[in-house]
């Protein structure tokens, strides 16, 4: 069971929360008062995964989501029910199709359809076998986030003997689970299918073949193996697996199930998992359907084709928490999963972390950290942003993080990186994230003549502050020097003294012409946390032209 935090008023409030996980773990709680074992049984969450490719973001976004669910209906049972977090592994499946993200493709071609751990491991190392590689990726990384879950193989648990009651109860009703399957197939298809997947005892793959006889008594199926000889083999003991969809409803009988999500391309197979489950002497989970996770190019994210984002790559560049944000954010609506989306993932992250200390209970219970740390969120650092620490890198040509924290300990007068883990790392992050995506893409341009009558006003006006002025006192120098440039003056606002406003292409032309990029963080914030002298030394560059030349 996972560790629970949460104060009585946290508890209380959880009853009306509107936050998804809570709505999902009051939908769970109906489900269970009307089991015959529901108030008792210890509550089971599944997630699934298809290790035919490495494990990308959308599945360890399936376990981050069930967990946000386990841990609210922990609180909203207040700890007194037993639950477990299973993530199941579907490596028995045959290998359909060779991965095009891995090492000599060809070597893996005579092993087209077996079971995934029965393919040799390509990449090398402990693992027996590809199937075994791609679990224990998802396993490190599972671990690495402090995930409380249990591991479960489809191979170890068919060869076992886990599935066996069931299975011979699915050969006994045979002909019922066939009614359901037939009718959402096409006519050839029909013809062959079977949910019965035999592994060839002369070849070792999975066959896709029609049952020649099906018989309850023996529980044994008979089929026509590969050499055109017919081979009886027993549903049990790891000798023949179902079809994936009967597979679904056949394990959430098996483990007893209580709550699994899937994404949308699962939704219409939904009801057939249900009904196969129901036939096999089961009631279906709880599920919660959400959007799928799409590239660059808004194409579906592929662990086969291995677009998108990896979770090691994420981590390259941003924390964990910040990866938990994204998946907690609206999961049923589909969202791009790429590079760009990194930057402002970390600072909504911080956002909500900063503002959770000074929220009441409910609103605590519906901030997405309270979620993400399950009850317990750490406190906020030094406030400042992942653009911000962008830009910092980018004026400063940092290439280690001590650099960074010159100036963060002079921003926050005397912060540490060791008490203040957090930015500590977000400063690495930046460091590589600029050098790999900001860099090359930043282009300094020249000043016009009124752009370098107004950097030369600016220049006066932070002349003019004390040193030590904060963000607020800079960004109002800014906003007057600008509201005197008729150029930047916008008629449709209302500045303090009953003058016109301050356009945005004010600040943008200052992000144009001293950080070679279109727009950036507060402005005020920034010059106060690389410093006014520092900044009038960049202006002065700019009014030379060193910076577009460089």
């Not at 579906?300 to 938990?324: C, Q, V």
């Amino acid at each position: 069971m996972t560790a629970l935090v949460f104060t009585p008023e946290q508890a209380a409030a959880s009853k009306d929360s509107k936050a998804w996980p809570f709505e999902e773990a009051r939908r769970l709680i109906k489900r269970l008062e009307l089991l015959p074992d529901g108030d008792t049984k210890t509550v089971l969450f599944e997630t699934g995964y298809g290790p035919s490719g490495l494990p990308h973001i959308g599945t360890f976004g399936e376990v981050a989501r069930t967990t946000m669910v386990r841990h609210a209906f922990e609180t909203l049972t207040e700890g007194k029910r037993k639950t477990r977090l299973l993530c199941f592994s579907d490596d028995m499946d045959g290998m359909r199709k060779i991965p095009e993200n891995v090492p000599d493709r060809k070597a893996l071609e005579p092993y087209l359809q077996m079971p995934l751990t029965s393919v040799p491991n390509p990449w090398g190392g402990d693992s027996a076998s590809f199937g075994d590689h791609n679990n224990a990726m998802l396993r490190r990384f599972l671990d690495t986030f402090g995930f409380d879950y249990e591991f479960a193989s489809a191979t170890e648990y068919y060869k076992s003997g886990r599935f066996d009651e069931v299975l011979l109860r699915a050969v006994e009703r045979y002909d019922d689970i066939m009614k359901v399957m037939l009718p959402t197939l096409g006519a050839e298809r029909q013809a062959t299918y079977s949910p019965f997947l035999p592994i060839s005892p002369k070849s070792g793959r999975v066959l896709y073949v029609p049952m020649k006889k099906v018989d309850p008594k023996t529980g044994t199926i008979t089929f026509e193996d590969e050499d055109g000889k017919d081979i009886t083999l027993p549903v049990t003991g790891g000798q023949v697996k179902l079809q994936w969809k009967p597979d679904f409803g056949m394990r959430w009988v098996a483990l007893g199930v209580d709550f699994e999500m899937f994404g949308k391309d699962h939704q219409t197979n939904a009801p057939i998992y249900d009904k196969i489950c129901e036939i096999l002497g089961g009631v279906p989970p709880e599920h919660y359907v959400y959007e799928l996770f799409l590239d660059d190019k808004g194409e579906k994210i592929s662990k086969s084709r291995g677009n998108g984002l990896t979770i090691d790559e994420w981590l390259t560049y941003a924390s964990p928490e910040s990866l938990a944000l994204f998946m907690y954010q609206k999961p049923r609506s589909a969202k791009r999963l790429y590079f760009d989306v990194i930057p402002r993932a970390v600072d909504e992250y911080l956002q909500f972390l900063s503002g959770y200390q000074k929220q009441e209970a409910k609103q605590q219970i519906d901030n997405a950290v309270w979620h993400i740390h399950n009850g317990a969120p750490p406190k906020p650092e030094i406030p400042v942003t992942f653009g911000l620490l962008l830009n910092l890198v980018s004026v400063s040509h940092a290439h280690n993080k001590d650099v960074l924290w010159g100036f963060l300990g002079r921003y926050a007068s005397g912060a540490k990186p060791e008490d203040n883990p957090i930015i500590d790392k977000l400063a690495g992050y930046a460091i590589r994230y600029y050098e790999d995506f900001v860099k090359p893409t930043k282009k300094f341009r020249t000043p016009d003549d009124v752009e370098i009558a107004a950097l030369e006003s600016l220049d006066k006006a932070l002349a003019a502050l004390p040193p030590n002025s904060d963000g607020d006192t800079i960004q109002n120098a800014l906003l007057d020097v600008g509201r005197a440039i008729p150029r930047y003056q916008d008629p449709t606002k209302t500045s303090p003294t009953g003058g016109p406003g301050v356009k945005l292409d004010w600040f943008q032309a200052i992000y144009e012409i001293l950080l070679g990029q279109e727009r950036g963080p507060r402005l005020g914030t920034f010059v106060a946390l690389y410093g006014i002298p520092e900044t009038r030394a960049l202006i002065a560059k700019a009014l030379s032209g060193a910076l577009a030349s460089a």
